[in-house]
């Protein structure tokens, strides 16, 4: 029989080991774009128990401040803050830019002046709508993007944006004892890493979206390929993998615990290709609507004409139609479930998606909890 000494100490033991568990450090972020654009959310639309945060698309940069971009977003923010009686540790952020609304940002960030304007714009916009921070969706620095201005010196006039935000935002908590997140959206090329200074700039943020996916796109790229792979299949030329982004990411001076994993709730989709491979690392071209949700995909081409083959390496399925000739690249529960252990393994901060509603049956956030463990867990620890 153990003696009461010992015993106590067990328990204590064991008590410290279970509170270690149940820390904030070990709850994986899972974070939503969400981009509604000019409709309103319904009642339902959203699955608040399933989420830690969610990335409101998008706010854009007019005259050098941030603005609302579309009619409905007032109602939508307070819809989505409505959110927080379902789950109280739910935090929503404004994500300001994307690949279309990206133009603005290296006139605003070009000189102190011009970035004073615009972080004052955004205090007040967060401040308007009650919102819980910012996310920087700057596509992409020191790159023309979708032909954006742009210019060398945005290397450093994004860190300091990020710098200067980052101190405003902690004067203002000092104030309010509310915490106000600051995160950016990556991308996941050793062309972002040039155009920035990521040891730096991932002191003054609290997560980096790294988008892992388009690494194949049918409207870019003359061969098909894994448009989200884990990792690099010894076919694929280019060797691209969301594992070989992180570790670029991680010598790059960004901690583990700050990536989280980007996941395309759509796929890619090209014409003319031939059967080698199913259709795999072969010519194809671009068709009519290249670009599929995961409901369109699953409820229109999966095991209809299309047959679904799982490529081991990469660790992502793709659909090949033979008699049409078509192949598609894209995302489904089980490749989900495989990028959520890798998350585990590498001690990444978590996990975010692009987009919300194009998985209107919840399929592939489901996937995400299960694999967490968070499934319909309200109250989960602020990420």
Not at 180 to 190: C, D, E, K, V
Not at 314 to 327: D, G, M, R, T
Request: glycine share 8%.
């Amino acid at each position: 029989m153990a003696r009461p000494c010992c015993l106590a100490i067990f328990v204590v033991l064991m008590a410290t080991a279970l509170d270690a568990m149940a820390s904030p450090a070990s709850v994986k972020a899972i974070v939503a774009y969400i981009f509604p654009q000019n409709s309103e959310f319904q009642p339902g639309q959203v699955d608040a128990a399933s989420l830690t945060r969610v990335n409101y698309a998008f706010a854009n940069i007019v005259d050098g401040r941030m603005v609302t971009g579309y009619a409905e977003d007032a109602e939508n923010f307070a819809y989505l803050l409505a959110l927080k009686e379902q789950n109280p540790s739910l935090t929503v952020l404004v994500s300001v830019g994307g690949w279309l609304w990206s133009t603005n940002f290296s006139d605003m960030a070009v000189t102190r002046q011009s970035r004073e304007i615009f972080i004052g714009s955004v205090m007040e916009f967060l401040a308007k709508y009650n919102l819980d921070g910012l996310d920087i969706d700057w596509e992409f620095p020191g790159e023309p993007g979708w032909g954006h201005p742009y210019r060398a010196v945005d290397k450093q006039n994004f860190t300091l944006l990020l710098k200067e935000l980052r101190a405003r935002f902690t004067k203002e908590s000092r104030k309010t004892h509310r915490k106000l997140y600051l995160t950016i959206a990556a991308g996941a090329s050793n062309d972002f890493l040039a155009n920035t200074e990521m040891a730096k700039v991932e002191r003054y943020v609290d997560t980096v979206n790294l988008m892992c996916y388009d690494y194949y796109e049918p409207d870019s790229d003359g061969i098909t390929g894994n448009h989200a792979p884990l990792f690099a299949d010894p076919a694929d030329p280019r060797k691209a993998s969301a594992d070989g982004s992180v570790v670029a990411f991680e010598k790059a001076g960004v901690p583990a615990r700050k990536i989280l994993l980007g996941l395309p709730f759509y796929g890619h989709v090209w014409g003319q290709v031939a059967g080698t491979n199913h259709g795999l690392f072969q010519p194809g071209k671009q068709v009519p609507h290249a670009f599929g949700s995961y409901s369109s995909i699953t409820s229109t081409m999966l095991n209809q004409g299309y047959v679904r083959y799982w490529d081991s390496s990469a660790s992502v399925p793709y659909l090949y139609n033979p008699q049409k000739q078509i192949f598609v690249s894209y995302e489904d529960p089980e490749s989900i479930a495989a990028k959520c252990r890798y998350i585990l393994s590498r001690k990444l901060g978590g996990v975010m998606f692009w987009e919300y509603s194009s998985d209107p049956s919840g399929a592939l956030l489901h996937a995400i909890n299960d694999s967490f463990g968070t499934h319909g867990a309200t109250g989960m620890a602020k990420q």
